[in-house]
């Protein structure tokens, strides 16, 4: 598959230069916690999402589009190109934990290394002016936090928005700051390509809206609390409005054209946050959104968790009104824009040979011999394991190949524990490394494996691991074949294991669980 990809690469490369195209600008809008169903080009009926449905139509909308199920291990791999099972960073920072379970978490990153080749820090080689605006979440010491990237500069970008007034968690979760930085850039674009990253805070909660969009929802009847609240509705509205201004700024200084836009959410939307002070269920918190027909939400490896919305626009090269169905991966978007920058691709990943699988995938030694991450590591990150979309973007096909992920923590909030993910044609497979919930959210012991069909079950409420035991076993081995080769670590047995204590959380990280 990788001289196939390295052709793909070689080829596209060669047909833009043949015809003289200049490099496009690129704007690259990551929204928090926004869910497939959201917007109207989905489905939604809830709130107009006009902008952003203009956006599909006069691009490529992506119908299974896929990320991690949290905030910082989508934006390692999209930074990076690679799956958090080789960058090491698959939880959330700073870490929490559950410290007592009956599993043990494997150490993970808690920093985006400044050495590391990153999207920005390779276009800015290929003489792009870079810049961002919002939500970092990739570093927890001097470099930045979670609302704010300090030592841009060592991150690639030669700019970076300033905080805006208050917290994020005020007025319109600074929407229109955010905006308003990235309309500036955006007018300074003159003399050589750019690449602009805007990270939004919305629709992560608190969530928050402008006064006037509030009373309009809740006029209209949307609740004050609760699922579908005037508020959550009124948030959804007001980014859609940001995106149209925007979209106007490329019109009015003649950039629209070449332009290339992706639109993408950091993971599924908050369907439902649980109260973990309990002893073998969980219980809800709190609900706000629904993710149907997805199955859960925010956190999880279902559907709902994982599948998110994904526009594309570049007048100039892509043909308005597709909509591709070929599965993606967040990893894709670094060497889809590095080859549409025309920048010399980093080498992509072998995909490991599942007939060299020689251990059984639930093998104790197996998961001791992964527990501790890699020192070779350091020394992978000049490649990606994402390929090139460019000819999706085209009309064109793709080979078929696996996606996977990676889930090896602990998230009771959103009834998450150890797991991994092979996604294969119409086929998923989640293999629960040694813990789960069943459907009435009683926590269970043990390794468990659920198989689903997604084209025939998109909801994802018949496991088929049973009726379809040959396929289940296939797909964990070559699940397992792709771990062992990065390699990567799997949860193990807890020493610190106590039943009594197996729901409490911590926000400490404890020495003797690194």
């Known amino acids: 598959m990788s001289k196939l990809l390295l052709a793909i690469l070689s080829s596209f490369a060669i047909l833009v230069s043949s015809l003289g195209a200049a490099p496009p600008n690129i704007l690259f809008i990551l929204t928090d916690d926004q869910g497939w169903a959201t917007l109207g080009c989905y489905g939604s009926k809830r709130v107009p999402t006009p902008n952003l449905d203009r956006l599909a139509s006069e691009g490529v909308r992506f119908t299974d589009a896929y990320v991690m199920p949290q905030c910082t291990p989508t934006r390692a791999a999209l930074f990076t190109g690679q799956h958090t099972a080789r960058n090491g960073m698959w939880h959330v920072i700073p870490w929490y934990g559950l410290p007592w379970a009956r599993m043990q978490e494997p ?254 995938p639930s093998s104790s030694e197996t998961s001791r011999a992964k527990n501790a991450l890699s020192s070779s590591r350091r020394s992978e990150m000049a490649t990606m394991d994402g390929i090139n979309l460019m000819p999706l973007l085209h009309g064109e096909t793709l080979p078929e190949r696996p996606l996977y992920f990676h889930m090896p923590l602990y998230d009771l909030r959103w009834a998450a524990t150890p797991c991994a993910v092979i996604r294969e044609g119409d086929w998923k497979l989640i293999e629960h490394f040694g813990d789960s919930f069943d459907e009435k959210l009683h926590y269970q012991p043990g390794r468990k494996l659920e198989l689903f069909n997604l084209r025939e079950d998109l909801s994802e409420s018949q496991n088929l691991a049973t009726t379809e035991k040959a396929r289940a076993e296939a797909m964990s081995a070559k699940l397992h074949t792709w771990l062992e080769s990065i390699p990567t670590p799997i949860p193990g047995e807890n020493p610190h294991f106590d039943p009594k204590r197996q729901f409490e959380e911590t926000k400490t990280k404890q020495a003797w669980n690194r």
């Open 107 to 360: 150490a993970f990153r808690e920093q985006l290394p400044r050495e590391w080749p990153t999207l920005p820090k390779e276009l800015r080689k290929a003489g792009y002016r870079t810049g961002m605006a919002g939500k970092w979440h990739l570093t927890t010491g001097a470099d930045g936090d979670y609302t704010h990237l300090r030592a841009g500069d060592a991150h690639g970008f030669d700019y970076v928005a300033p905080r805006g007034a208050g917290t994020q968690n005020e007025g319109d979760k600074w929407v229109d700051h955010l905006t308003d930085a990235a309309i500036g850039f955006i007018r300074e674009g003159k003399g050589k390509p750019w690449f602009f990253y805007l990270a939004h805070h919305t629709l992560h909660g608190v969530v928050s809206a402008p006064p006037e969009l509030v009373k309009k929802h809740r006029e209209a009847g949307a609740p004050e609390t609760g699922m579908f609240n005037a508020t959550y509705l009124a948030a959804i509205e007001h980014l859609d409005t940001s995106i149209g201004r925007l979209m106007a700024a490329l019109d009015e200084t003649k950039q629209r054209e070449n332009t290339l836009i992706v639109f993408l959410s950091d993971n599924g939307g908050l369907d439902t946050n649980y109260n973990t002070n309990t002893t073998g269920q969980l219980t809800i918190k709190t609900q706000e959104f629904d993710n149907a027909p997805l199955r859960a939400g925010k956190g999880s490896p279902y559907e709902g968790g994982i599948r998110v919305p994904c526009l594309v626009r570049w007048p100039a090269s892509v043909k308005a009104g597709q909509v591709c169905s070929t599965p993606v991966h967040v990893t894709d978007w670094m060497p889809t824009l590095l080859a549409a920058a025309q920048s010399s691709p980093l080498a992509p990943r072998e995909e490991p040979d599942a007939s060299q699988a020689n251990k059984s």
